[in-house]
């Protein structure tokens, strides 16, 4: 039996207890228990979550319990619903009706005779008398013809589900690349940490051959008190890290959408991202839904220039009637036939609407234009990123090893009494920068290629190593 199945059958088994051999409390109690102990049981926090994220687990944890990512798929519903309600145009209509009332009116009397069937020559057409009408009617319509305004408006809302997917494409695109930013500022803070707890250790060590110099008369008091000052100045930016690797930590759970204690990265699986080659915006989810909505507005200015046209619609209705006061009766009567209407005047209205619809038109072409200008200049701004970084990368390895031999050899001098408390903080301190410097440039160089893929329109990750694609893993949710 699988944890998912066991509290569904101890529960079951609870039931058949109670009902069948009436057991006491004391053994529901206790099948509630072992119940609660089950591991089906467990809180998705217990069980439901990996102990240690990767970055492709994280971005797939994102796309699916990021409330960004939520209200994208509500959008998208709605959207799928305007189509339905677009395309219930062309569908007729069906109302029933039905009616029951009195009157002594001779007009509305003397029409509740006739449509009794009830008519005779001793009625006085001046007082018919009381009359009382139950009506029951199903009336049936369907427009024929509207100039072309039904199949414009289902065109857009078709275009506006398009427009809709692609912005949750975009929505997904960024959020991706938020998870992959946020899972190395993670990586990059705790080596932080790690550099800053080297050099507590080192100045530490450092303060210990200063106490014993001190002690043998080598070394001055006030540099003995350098160094003790250069510890706890050592401590603090080490509690300092500690509270940015944790507020790193907290950023990533957010972007999950997780309420978690704790989370643990796994640094060793990682799938390495590909520079794109010759990078451009074309793929780029918020063009393509802003072509949508350049071909959503056509649509719509179609729709408001139908205005002109006339418009005809076939009816017909079935009508039951019946009196039950004085010359009770009954009867049944039909109507069918087809209308047309053509509006002659209404104040402009439809020039205006084409006048609006135009302007919107206009305006979703200048913001494609718009959005296309500024991925260009994104694309070149992450190739740039990424430049500096692989530059900045090269230059701090090569600082970390000169930093590391420095202070090796400042830290002996400084033990034989050759060189000056002064000289070694600023060896330490060489060293602590470097070390720092080389991790912001690892990280640099690791989201800049996320930024670069995301200005690209690509995926984070191959659909090999995700088993899907934001758009797949967006409708799978």
Known sequence: MTAEAAPAFLFVVINSIFIMHKTTSNVIVFLFLVLAASPGWCTDAQTAYPQKWTVIEAVRQALKGNPDAGIARHRIEA??????????????RLDLGAEYGGTDNPIFSFGNILNHGSFSNSINFNDPGVTDNLRLAATLRYRLYNGGR????????????????QQQAAVLSTLADQVVRSFYTIVQAKEIVAARKSAVTAITAS??????RYTAGDLLKANLLDIEVQQSAAHERLIQAHHGYDLAKRAFLNLLGLRLDDVHLDVDQQVPQQVPENPNG???PEIKSLDAMIQAA??????????????????GSYQVDQGFVNESGSGNSWTAGVRMNYNLYEGSRTQAAIAAATADLAKAKELRR?????????????????????????VTDKQVRLARESARLFRERFREGVILSSSLID????????????????????????DLRRAAGLTQFPLADTGATQSQLSSSF
């Open 79 to 92: 959207a799928r619903a305007a189509i339905t309600q677009a395309g219930a145009a062309f569908y007729p």
């Open 150 to 165: 039904d199949q414009a408006g289902l065109a857009a809302a078709k275009a506006q589900h398009q427009a809709e997917q």
């Open 207 to 212: 303060l210990a051959v200063a106490k014993a």
């Open 282 to 284: 074309n793929e780029r």
């Open 298 to 315: 056509e649509k719509q200015l179609t729709r408001a220039k139908a205005g002109y046209l006339p418009t005809a619609d076939l009816f």
């Open 370 to 394: 718009k959005m296309s200008l500024a991925i260009t200049l994104e694309i070149e701004q992450a190739q740039l990123a990424l430049k500096q970084a692989e530059e900045r990368l090269v």
């Open 427 to 450: 060896a330490e301190n060489r060293l602590t920068d470097a070390l720092v410097h080389a991790s912001i440039a690892k990280a640099a160089k690791k989201i800049a290629i996320a």
